[in-house]
């Protein structure tokens, strides 16, 4: 009997203190939304406690705002659903005509498959493939088929003036290198032109280059493309000092399936292929024959979609998913039809919410904390495996991606597992952490609608997380 009694009293203590526990938990993050920062900044907020089954902090969890790139939660959830990590982005080449002599009397052709991670050191390995095969010499021309993708080189809602940042890709299904080149940049000797070279190198390219290297300590320079016309001309400009150190710039492309093919038309010479033909777009015939393909797991694309937010990876996973429930040409509004998919999975009603594209840069995305709350406890609740790969593809607090400067020295580093989102006055953070009493924790945080820098939201958005690693609940 008075082992009961013992028993009972523990018990009664325990709850009284994860009570306690949790009622601090509460007035903390009152007081936080409470601060002069949201009087003017919207805070959507939920947070679940997985292991408890309870819900920890509500506010404002069900108000529509702008997720970022926590749409590409819903994007990367989706697709492990829906194409697994086994789906592959494929490029391959064709040939028409006939071999003879190490000779080909016809055409290659380059299929693009939305891979959105190709880059110069693959497109060598498809070359390779060709002359593996055994031929020497094209007597034809090289074709890249780009039919996977309707003609929409621009997302839905995104904004003019992003051009000509590589955070804002032109899509085509035949991507190199990000769609986008390097140009690298060092100071040369006072009074001369900076030097500058392209990564890789290519004729490709028109570039003109007026700027000058200065003695004085401060530089000037600008290093951009003429994309008022969208065109993939070069320009740097202004002023470097000869005390700056070397670095290199990211340009996006228009139209980046030509200069795919650019570079394979100088791969082909540079591997001893013969060829003096014209490169254009056109579609495969059905008479070609196969002689490679280059894959490309989606289970190997996801982890550089989250950690780094790549926007490329994530609208070529969106137009994967079009293109395996609607065929081709594949667009970003069928891909947004089996996103709507996964909202009435979770339980949710997708014409409660607006998506307009697969990355979140678009403005017209409208979601809430709640539904991304309800995607990441369905995937953990329903799905361990596919939870554990989309929990490691989030950046790590502290480590990794997004998050490798953030909430270092406090208890969420290590711990808070999370995929990042920032626009102009928009900033998010939703993912995983486990509590001080071991408790794993879900949560969805968006702010939007704020003037001064990001790093007072993401200040804000750090101290929830250490709170709830903080806490026993």
Not at 18 to 34: G, I, N, P
Not at 336 to 350: A, C, E, R, W, Y
Not at 360 to 380: C, E, F, M, P, T
Not at 386 to 405: M, N, Q, R
């Amino acid at each position: 009997m008075k082992i009961i009694k013992i028993l009972s009293l523990f018990f009664f203590f325990s709850t009284l203190i994860f009570a306690q526990d949790s009622l601090k938990v509460q007035t903390e993050l009152d007081s936080l939304a409470k601060e002069d920062f949201f009087k003017s900044t919207v805070l959507s907020l939920d947070i679940y406690d997985l292991t408890a089954g309870d819900t920890v902090y509500q506010i404002n969890e069900k108000k529509l705002l702008n997720p970022a790139s926590n749409m590409k939660i819903i994007t990367t959830t989706t697709a492990l659903l829906f194409l697994d990590t086994s789906y592959t982005f494929n490029t391959s080449v064709y040939y028409s005509g006939l071999i003879m002599d190490s000779i080909c009397y016809g055409d290659l052709y380059v299929v693009g498959g939305g891979d959105p991670d190709f880059t110069s050191d693959d497109l060598d390995s498809l070359i390779r493939s060709i002359k593996d095969f055994g031929i020497n010499e094209i007597r034809g021309n090289v074709y890249g088929d780009i039919s996977l993708f309707d003609s929409l080189f621009w997302g839905n809602g995104w904004m003019w003036d992003d051009d000509p940042s590589t955070d804002f890709p032109y899509m085509t299904p035949l991507i190199i290198n990000d769609a986008a080149v390097k140009i690298a940049y060092q100071p040369s000797l006072i009074g001369q032109p900076v030097d500058v070279s392209l990564i890789p190198n290519s004729k490709y390219f028109n570039l003109t280059n007026t700027s000058v290297t200065i003695k004085e300590d401060t530089s000037d320079l600008t290093v951009t493309r003429d994309w008022i016309n969208r065109s993939n001309d070069l320009i740097v400009s202004g002023t470097l000092s000869h005390n700056a150190e070397p670095d290199t710039v990211g340009i996006n492309l228009v139209h980046p399936e030509k200069y795919f093919l650019n570079l394979t038309e100088e791969a082909l010479r540079k591997n001893g292929i013969v060829f003096e033909g014209l490169v254009d777009t056109a579609s495969l015939p059905v008479y070609a024959h196969h002689i490679f393909t280059f894959k490309r797991k989606f289970g190997d694309v996801i982890f550089n979609l989250n950690k780094t937010s790549d926007n490329l990876s994530a609208e070529m996973t969106l137009r994967a998913l079009a293109y395996k429930f609607y065929g081709k040409p594949a667009t970003a509004e069928n891909g947004i039809k089996v996103l709507d998919s996964l909202v009435t999975l979770v339980g949710l009603n997708p014409d409660d919410y607006r998506f307009a594209d697969g990355s979140g840069v678009s403005r017209y995305n409208l979601v809430s904390s709640k539904l991304l709350l309800s995607i990441l406890k369905y995937i953990y609740k329903n799905y361990p495996e596919k939870y554990h790969i989309l929990y490691t593809s989030f950046p790590e607090a502290g480590v990794d991606g997004t998050l490798e400067k953030r909430m270092q020295n406090s208890l969420a580093i290590n711990n808070v597992h999370a995929k990042t989102g920032t626009l102009s006055g928009v900033s998010a953070l939703s993912g995983y952490l486990t509590s001080k009493n071991s408790h794993k924790i879900v949560f969805s945080i968006i702010m939007e609608n704020f003037v001064v820098s990001a790093r007072v939201a993401r200040y804000f958005q750090d101290r929830i997380c250490e709170i709830l690693s903080g806490a026993d609940l």
